[in-house]
Structure formats: structure tokens, C-alpha cells
């Protein structure tokens, strides 16, 4: 019982070996990112949060909210899985669902001079920069 113990994996490591679907959280940063996009006010109190006060303050809000809604888990799954996210309240669900999942690594600003628009990536690599009004290739879109 002598023996050190070996290098013990730091907690973000630990997090990181969840080992969710990468093609899963993307798809959900896909659909976040489109109802985004087409209402943008409906994630803004939780992004303004975020700059303001926190990653943390945010998420903390976001999660209050989606707990004192009377919408049933069932029926707000069932339609992210069919990809029907535009209502508000099972865009707070989906939102949620990938904080959760993958923090807020692909919750970006836009970096198009002046822009500023937040997106949410939902490239595998986790590589994009702008907004879809300022993406490199638009060819692509
Ligand atoms: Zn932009």
C-alpha cells in the first residue's frame, strides 16, 4: 500500500472524456445556431448575461428558467430530436442541452471587423470565425 499514486487526470481532462458524439454536439450547435440566426432575441438575454457577468451567471440563468417552465421534457425532446427548435422554449432546452454537453466552446463572436454577431459553431473542428453573413466561403454555405 505503498505505492504513489499515479498523476491524477485533472477535472477538465475528466470532463473532456464524456465522450460525446462530436457529429451529436454539432448537430445540436446546427440547430442552436439556425434558430439563432432566424431569432436572435430569443438567446439574447443569456448571451448578454454571458459577456456581462459570466459564462457561469449565464448558464446558472438559463438553467432557473428552463426549470420553472411547465413544458413537458418529453414533448421538448421529441421535437429536438426531430430538429424543431424555433419555439422559444425548446431553443432554451436545446441550448442548454449543449452548454451541458460541450460548454461554451462553440458559442462565438463573430470577427468580422464591426460585426460582432454571436453564432454557434457547428463545424466538427470547432474552427469557425464568422457569422454566416461573413463566412469565408460562402460557396459552401
Ligand atoms: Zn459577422
New binding site residues.
Given amino acids: 500500500m505503498d505505492q504513489t499514486p499515479e498523476h491524477p487526470p485533472s477535472t477538465r481532462q475528466a470532463a473532456r472524456e464524456l465522450r460525446v458524439p462530436v457529429a451529436l454536439v454539432a448537430r445540436l450547435a446546427g440547430l442552436v445556431g439556425q434558430a439563432m440566426e432566424h431569432r436572435p432575441e430569443a438567446l439574447a438575454p443569456y448571451l448578454n448575461a454571458a459577456e456581462q457577468s459570466g459564462q457561469a451567471y449565464a448558464s446558472q440563468l438559463l438553467w432557473s428558467e428552463i426549470t420553472h417552465e411547465e413544458q413537458g421534457v418529453a414533448e421538448v425532446c421529441s421535437r429536438i430530436r426531430r430538429g424543431d427548435v424555433n419555439d422559444p422554449i425548446t431553443l432554451r432546452h436545446a441550448f442548454m442541452l449543449l452548454l451541458a454537453l460541450d460548454g461554451w466552446s462553440r458559442v462565438k463572436v463573430?470577427d468580422?471587423p464591426g460585426?460582432?454577431?454571436t453564432?454557434a459553431d457547428a463545424t466538427n473542428a470547432v474552427s469557425r470565425r464568422?457569422?454566416s453573413?461573413?463566412a469565408r466561403h460562402p460557396s459552401r454555405a
Fill in positions: 463573430c468580422h460585426c460582432r454577431r453564432f464568422r457569422c453573413r461573413h
